[in-house]
């Protein structure tokens, strides 16, 4: 059952079916738009890596590519927030819109300040939200900016770096990387779920 459970999970298939630009386009999303808080960013990109490892993705496409992707993508969220601006707040939740993930990404920005632009790269959901609180906030572009390459740089490259050296150093590691995804997976939301804790007390 646990084994269903992983296989669920699993990117692979994901990767599998919209191959290259699909991932290219799933970092994109997940870095700004609305909708993108759904794909699963971290294990993503790590599994792509390991898959460039076993020939199925060039590794020298897919990491530069990726990380282009997250600086486009949190720019998009950027400047869609600074549109729209506080008119955000009052749109109803959708299919695709929560505005509790907007007050959620709000808040750990209002605490981090501006570096939360490079620490939300590595918390799933408010990674999504942050460059748009960021443009309804009106934080300095140049700000954005340089925290948005640097987040991009260390997560997009990182994570699909991450996965292709494991792949290249172990062999047989295609046999735990559901396992090791798992991982990433419960590491990844360990700040939300810590975060939300905090909050009831």
Known sequence: MFQSILSFLDPLTIIKAVGF???????????????GFIFPGDSLLFTAGFLASQ?????????PFCFLAAVLGDNFGYWFGRKIGPK???????????????????????????????LARFIPI???????????GSMKYKSFFMYNIIGAFVWGFGMVLSGYFLGEVFPNVDKYVLWIILIIIIISIFPVLYNIFRNSK
């Not at 020939?55 to 990491?63: D, K, P, Q, S, T």
């Not at 942050?130 to 309804?136: D, Q, W």
Request: aromatic share 24%; net charge neutral; proline share 2%.
């Open 21 to 35: 630009f699909g991932v290219v386009f799933i970092i994109f999303a997940e870095s700004g738009l609305f909708f």
């Open 55 to 63: 020939n199925y993705l060039n590794i020298y496409w897919l990491a």
């Open 88 to 118: 955000i707040f009052f749109r109803e939740d959708s299919l695709f819109f929560h505005k509790k993930h907007i007050e959620t990404a709000q808040k750990f920005y209002e605490e981090q300040g501006n570096k939360i632009i490079f």
């Open 126 to 136: 408010v990674r999504t939200f942050a460059p748009i609180v960021a443009g309804v």
